[in-house]
């Protein structure tokens, strides 16, 4: 599964239970993030027994209602039982400060910088 624009790419590749996110979201509302959560919904759906990973290394810019769209994902994720990991990018500063929140979310997301 594949979502493109000119400014950001979401892309769920099933085997590596990798989702990729690229580029920059500035999306508004939650209306606009649905694609983006039903496709991660499918692909936490998809995963059994090991970690869904979020890749969001090359994701250079994400707005608050983005950020609350991934909280709700990871909310779900909790109730489902299901083991995420994200990998981050610590040259990027709304990563640094942003993604550690999901941890405190659910503990069994594992947040890996690089």
């Known amino acids: 599964m594949k979502i493109k624009t000119d400014k950001y790419t979401i892309e769920y590749a099933k085997n590596d239970r990798i989702v990729k996110m690229e580029g920059t979201l500035r999306l508004q509302g939650k209306d606009e993030y649905r694609d983006i959560f039903e496709l991660l919904t499918k692909a936490a759906n998809d ?37 995420i990991t994200i990998r981050g990018n610590e040259a990027i500063p709304w990563q640094i400060k942003s993604l550690k929140n999901f941890k405190k979310l659910y503990g069994k997301v594992e947040i890996i910088f690089s």
Request: charged residues 20%.
């Open 47 to 83: 995963t059994t027994g090991l970690p869904l990973i979020l890749d969001m290394r090359d994701l250079i810019f994400l707005n608050s209602s983005g950020i609350s769209s991934l909280s709700l994902f990871i909310v779900n994720m909790r109730k489902l039982d299901k083991d």
